[in-house]
């Protein structure tokens, strides 16, 4: 590489900082996009809304592309020796450090836009299940000033009794009733209006009686509006989502998803987040190591296509992030110390391999948060002396600077991950609005999901040549 392309490279190294803050525009609009939908009640200003969240994932997605243009895409590892060959923390130093900083700040950002991220692809099919627009009859009556009553039924025009079946037997706790109901209607004058309605019921329901209905009292011409199936899911054996009696005001209001889809919606979402916050956000056996103790021992030697070898052995270390194949030459001949946790050791049975949690400093004063891994012969306590002896002094002044090679993936993502995004930003933008229905609705969800589950594993190149040998 020329002199000038080096140069290139750091001007675009410093430029990541501004590119981060930039692509987090995404995940925040997305994260913003999922709450309208599913809180906000007037069509056309959630309409315009989410409009407006999908213009600003676009506007920084278009930054970013443009940068991508300008630049081009840098090598991974051009990228990182660009950093990791400027100073770090403090004075070049092979001693080992008091305290390693763990990079929280760097991991709860990349923990909250991982999440926002995946929370929206699995969001896409909740996009497609719920209701852009209401019903054309309700959609006029909310027009009209619609409310959400309890009427009285003053008549019972036909009944049809629905038997109930569970495994082919009959259950008569399931039984319910399919009838048209005639109920009076008050306007704003105080004047009573009679309609009919017909909707289907877990109880029998007779003249004398109230149900809730959707109405508008300026003009109750416009009837009422009540779901085909007023059941609760319980009692509908789990099949009606919608149009319940509570549901109704949700109904009125314009909102997409019912109090039944929104728990469906956010009990695995919560579950996929909390599983997911142990290793982003470091809890657990997922903490990272921020120093020496009792369970911490140490390796002190150069780094070698994946692997720090000297005097106490030899230990294979991969950085969070980028495959090791895409920073390993820039980490290369590099003297340094790796760290790791022996007491947050975790053994993989079928494969007979263990791995901990570790941190690499190098000796100009970056650390590099990662884990080591074991083959089944190596013993993690082996390897090594415990941190802090004589072998591996510390020195209580060194401050050292934690570099995250993730944060590089805006220099190094692919044309093919814009492509995907703008896949992505399409589905939605049509998920947004009722210009698909049935079975074409949750088809732009699975696309869109796909196409950002690709977008995510293009943002680093794949390297071909066989590694480590």
Same mark, same amino acid.
């Given at each position: 590489?020329?002199?000038?392309?080096? =140069?290139?490279?750091?001007?675009?190294?410093?430029?990541?900082?501004?590119?981060?803050?930039?692509?987090?525009?995404?995940?925040?609009?997305?994260?913003?996009?999922?709450?309208?939908?599913?809180?906000?009640?007037?069509?056309?200003?959630?309409?315009? /809304?989410?409009?407006?969240?999908?213009?600003?994932?676009?506007?920084?997605?278009?930054?970013?592309?443009?940068?991508?243009? +300008?630049?081009?895409?840098?090598?991974? +590892?051009?990228?990182?020796?660009?950093?990791?060959?400027?100073?770090?923390?403090?004075?070049?130093?092979?001693?080992?450090?008091?305290?390693?900083?763990?990079?929280?700040?760097?991991?709860?950002?990349?923990?909250?836009?991982?999440? +926002?991220?995946?929370?929206?692809?699995?969001?896409?099919?909740?996009? *497609?299940?719920?209701? #852009?627009?209401?019903?054309?009859?309700? !959609?006029?009556? =909310?027009?009209?000033?619609?409310?959400?009553?309890? $009427?009285?039924?003053?008549?019972?025009?036909? %009944?049809?009794?629905?038997?109930?079946?569970?495994?082919?037997?009959?259950?008569?706790?399931?039984?319910?009733?399919?009838?048209?109901?005639?109920?009076?209607?008050?306007?704003?004058?105080?004047?009573?209006?009679?309609?009919?309605?017909?909707?289907?019921?877990? =109880? @029998?329901?007779? *003249?004398?009686?109230?149900?809730?209905?959707?109405?508008?009292?300026?003009?109750?011409?416009?009837?009422?509006?009540?779901?085909?199936?007023?059941?609760?899911? %319980?009692?509908?054996?789990?099949?009606?989502?919608?149009?319940?009696?509570?549901?109704?005001?949700?109904?009125?209001?314009?909102?997409? /998803?019912?109090?039944?889809?929104? @728990?469906?919606?956010?009990? #695995?979402?919560?579950?996929?987040? !909390?599983?997911?916050?142990?290793?982003?956000?470091?809890?657990?056996?997922? &903490?990272?190591?921020?120093? #020496?103790?009792?369970?911490?021992?140490?390796? &002190?030697?150069?780094?070698?296509?994946?692997? $720090?070898?000297?005097?106490?052995?030899?230990?294979?270390?991969?950085? =969070?992030?980028? +495959?090791?194949?895409?920073?390993?030459?820039? @980490?290369?001949?590099?003297?340094?110390?790796?760290?790791?946790?022996?007491?947050?050791?975790?053994?993989?049975?079928?494969?007979?391999?263990?791995?901990?949690?570790?941190?690499?400093?190098?000796?100009?004063?970056?650390?590099?948060?990662?884990?080591?891994?074991?083959?089944?012969?190596?013993?993690?306590?082996?390897?090594?002396?415990?941190?802090?002896?004589?072998? *591996?002094?510390?020195?209580?002044?060194?401050?050292? &600077?934690?570099?995250?090679?993730? %944060?590089?993936?805006?220099?190094? $993502?692919?044309?093919?991950?814009?492509?995907?995004?703008?896949?992505?930003?399409?589905?939605?933008?049509?998920?947004?609005?009722?210009?698909?229905?049935?079975?074409?609705?949750?088809?732009?969800?699975? $696309?869109?999901?796909?196409?950002?589950?690709?977008?995510?594993?293009?943002?680093?190149?794949?390297?071909?040549?066989?590694?480590?040998?």
């Amino acid at each position: 590489m020329t002199n000038e392309g080096d =140069h290139g490279v750091l001007r675009a190294v410093r430029r990541i900082p501004v590119l981060l803050r930039i692509a987090a525009v995404g995940p925040v609009a997305a994260v913003a996009g999922l709450l309208l939908w599913a809180v906000w009640g007037d069509p056309g200003q959630r309409l315009r /809304l989410l409009a407006g969240c999908l213009g600003l994932a676009a506007a920084a997605l278009l930054v970013l592309l443009g940068h991508r243009l +300008a630049v081009g895409r840098v090598d991974p +590892a051009d990228a990182a020796r660009a950093v990791l060959d400027g100073p770090g923390g403090g004075a070049r130093s092979g001693a080992l450090p008091a305290v390693v900083p763990s990079g929280r700040r760097l991991r709860l950002w990349t923990g909250a836009a991982t999440l +926002a991220l995946s929370g929206w692809g699995f969001g896409l099919f909740f996009l *497609a299940w719920g209701d #852009p627009v209401p019903p054309g009859k309700l !959609a006029e009556i =909310h027009r009209a000033g619609g409310v959400v009553a309890d $009427v009285p039924i003053t008549g019972v025009a036909d %009944t049809d009794r629905n038997e109930g079946q569970a495994r082919g037997n009959r259950s008569p706790w399931m039984d319910s009733w399919t009838q048209t109901l005639e109920v009076e209607l008050t306007d704003e004058a105080g004047r009573a209006e009679r309609v009919d309605i017909r909707t289907r019921s877990s =109880h @029998l329901r007779q *003249a004398g009686d109230t149900i809730k209905v959707v109405y508008a009292p300026s003009d109750t011409g416009l009837g009422a509006y009540i779901g085909d199936d007023s059941r609760v899911f %319980t009692r509908s054996f789990h099949v009606n989502f919608e149009g319940y009696q509570a549901d109704l005001p949700r109904l009125a209001d314009g909102r997409t /998803l019912s109090g039944y889809e929104l @728990l469906i919606w956010a009990v #695995p979402w919560a579950l996929s987040c !909390a599983l997911m916050a142990g290793s982003w956000f470091g809890l657990g056996n997922s &903490r990272p190591v921020t120093g #020496p103790s009792d369970t911490v021992r140490a390796l &002190r030697g150069t780094f070698t296509r994946g692997r $720090v070898t000297g005097d106490g052995g030899s230990v294979a270390f991969h950085p =969070h992030g980028p +495959a090791l194949r895409n920073v390993s030459p820039a @980490l290369d001949g590099r003297a340094a110390w790796v760290l790791w946790d022996v007491a947050k050791a975790r053994e993989f049975p079928k494969s007979r391999r263990a791995d901990a949690v570790a941190v690499l400093v190098l000796d100009n004063g970056w650390a590099v948060h990662g884990e080591v891994r074991f083959a089944p012969a190596e013993d993690p306590a082996a390897a090594g002396v415990p941190a802090g002896e004589a072998r *591996a002094r510390t020195d209580e002044a060194r401050r050292v &600077r934690p570099w995250a090679p993730w %944060t590089l993936w805006p220099l190094t $993502v692919s044309f093919g991950a814009f492509a995907c995004y703008a896949v992505v930003l399409v589905c939605s933008g049509l998920l947004f609005t009722d210009v698909l229905s049935g079975f074409p609705r949750f088809l732009a969800a699975l $696309v869109g999901a796909c196409c950002l589950y690709a977008a995510a594993r293009r943002h680093f190149p794949h390297r071909r040549e066989p590694w480590p040998p």
